[in-house]
């Protein structure tokens, strides 16, 4: 029978107004991939925040007990000693440093004021190597993709000797097959006795990597289910995550609500704002109708996001030309603002960073994109923008406990919710949704998909970029796919398919970065 090389007893955590774990139990088998699922805000983070030492020891209540020993960790350094190394959903690179650096930051090659970087380099390209990424350690960060920065965590994580790896949502940032090449190597690392616990809401990937499968819902352990024993579906994940049978992933439009064309763009190109001399996005030209769901499919750096950006009031690339038509009236959208007064929004894939203020409350996110809504001659009425914040905290189903709660302490669901709230009360009549449900469960998804199917149906224009091809061909009424800043090929729903769209994507060029 395989060792147990941590076992997490009755685990207990607590925040203001939230127990977010109550008495959650998990055991690790030695040299196992070990997922962990569940809705956002059932605690998986927090979980593996108490087990790395970011919640210490004394904040939260239960034992620790990993190799045999029970652990009291104060703080990250400690259980790094041990041996465990977390890597989060938000990478933890700086950009103008170089690879080497990074990986070797606060773990410094030398003596404290003498780096020996001839050994921090070297020891840096082996590990790179072992990772299976062909990098110098003297490039910067900010020179290499998503994809290569993330197996740069991981590289980091195995100079600090890793023994159990703890990846949080290692793979909500990559195309298909980035992640595919990061799970393979989790799988190599299994091999050579690496243990893994990965979080992801993929349930695919789950499925192809793990060995068990822990299921926590609302703070509470619900089962873990083991491949060797168990018929393990991603309807059964599902069913245990969301406590009930989801039938259909995506909420059915009974009506077609499609009518004239809202939105239209014509020969449409920009240029990259640093390198002005390659075009990002080249002569493109597409037409969104008023209760639509339009779906723009690609792989990463295929110039979907740029293209959106770019429409919403020139908000990326120099050298813009082209046609902007509106309800069949040419316009000139040269701010973010001239974009908002013609009734365009755009929910930005980068929620954390562009899209919401998390130190702000749920209440003062809502209003942001259309303060005259709750303001009198330039003084905001507190009382109107309380009224507007609960309505949609309503609308939308958004679980926090008051709409004073800042918007970082919510879960990744809800605040999209919040995200989608701040643009619905601007009362756009075309809303571009770049990756909407990036990163959130699936019970958080089919939520957010039946707010999308409200707004066609309320006559509204929805563009939707997504890299998750299910959701795209779920949800859309047509499809356009771009590769390489051009539009690759159309495609109606009843037409499209995975490799229809693949298809155009590979015909098209050379088939992404």
């Known amino acids: 029978m395989a060792k147990i090389i941590l076992e997490m007893k009755n685990i207990t955590k607590t925040f203001p107004g939230v127990k977010a774990l ?57 259980s790094e000693e041990k041996g465990i190394v977390i890597i989060h959903q938000e990478l933890a690179l700086v950009p103008e440093m170089t690879i080497g650096e990074n990986m070797y930051l606060g773990n410094e090659q030398g003596k404290a004021f003498d780096i020996d970087w001839n050994r921090t380099y070297g020891e840096a390209d082996k590990y790179l190597k072992q990772v299976g990424l062909e990098e110098s350690s003297r490039v910067l960060i900010k020179d290499i993709g998503t994809g290569k920065q993330q197996l740069v965590e991981i590289a980091k994580a195995l100079a600090k000797k890793a023994k159990l790896l703890i990846l949080d949502e290692p793979t909500s940032s990559l195309n298909e097959e980035d992640s595919k090449a990061l799970l393979d190597l989790l799988l190599e690392f299994k091999k050579q006795g690496m243990t893994s616990i990965i979080i992801s809401h993929k349930l695919n990937e789950i499925a192809y990597v793990s060995d068990e499968i822990t299921v926590i819902r609302d703070g509470s352990t619900i089962e873990t289910l083991d491949k060797a024993t168990d018929d393990i579906t991603e309807d059964r994940i599902i069913q245990g995550m969301v406590g009930r049978e989801l039938t259909d992933r995506f909420p059915k439009r009974t009506e077609n609500y499609i009518g004239d064309v809202s939105l239209e763009v014509k020969n449409w190109t920009v240029y990259h704002p640093l390198y002005t001399e390659r075009k990002v996005v080249n002569n493109v030209s597409f037409k969104v109708h008023k209760g639509e769901v339009l779906g723009i499919s690609g792989l990463m750096g295929a110039g979907r996001t740029e293209l959106a950006m770019s429409i919403f009031g020139k908000s990326y690339g120099k050298k813009h030309s082209g046609e902007l038509y509106i309800n069949g009236k040419e316009v000139t959208l040269n701010s973010v603002k001239d974009a908002i007064e013609h009734k365009l929004a755009y929910v930005t ?52 406990p008051t709409v004073e709660q800042n918007v970082g302490n919510l879960s990744g669901g809800n605040q999209q919710k919040v995200l989608l709230a701040k643009w619905m009360f601007a009362e756009p009549d075309v809303l571009i949704l770049d990756e909407p449900t990036r990163g959130i469960d699936v019970g958080a998804k ?62 098209s060029g050379k088939g992404g970065e």
Do not use: W
Request: proline share 2%.
């Open 22 to 78: 109550d008495n959650v139990n998990l055991k690790v088998k030695e040299g196992s991939i070990h997922a962990l699922v569940g809705e956002n805000g059932a605690g998986k983070s927090t979980l593996m925040n108490v087990l790395s030492g970011v919640y210490p020891y004394g904040s939260y209540e239960g034992d620790i007990i990993y190799n045999g020993e029970t652990c009291q960790f104060s703080k990250i350094k400690d």
């Open 349 to 400: 894939e980068d929620r954390k960073d562009n899209g919401l203020i998390l130190s702000n409350p749920v209440r003062v996110n809502t209003t942001l994109a259309n303060l005259q809504g709750v303001s009198k001659r330039g003084v905001i009425d507190a009382d109107k923008e309380i009224a507007v914040a609960k309505e949609y905290k309503e609308k939308l189903n958004t679980k926090c």
């Open 446 to 507: 089919y939520e957010i998909y039946s707010i999308i199917n409200d707004l066609v149906k309320a006559g509204k224009s929805v563009i939707m970029i997504s890299s998750e091809l299910p959701e795209v061909l779920g949800m859309s009424d047509r499809i356009y796919i771009m590769n390489e800043g051009r539009i690759a090929g159309e495609l109606t729903c009843e037409e499209a398919s995975q490799e229809k769209i693949m298809a155009c994507v590979v015909k």
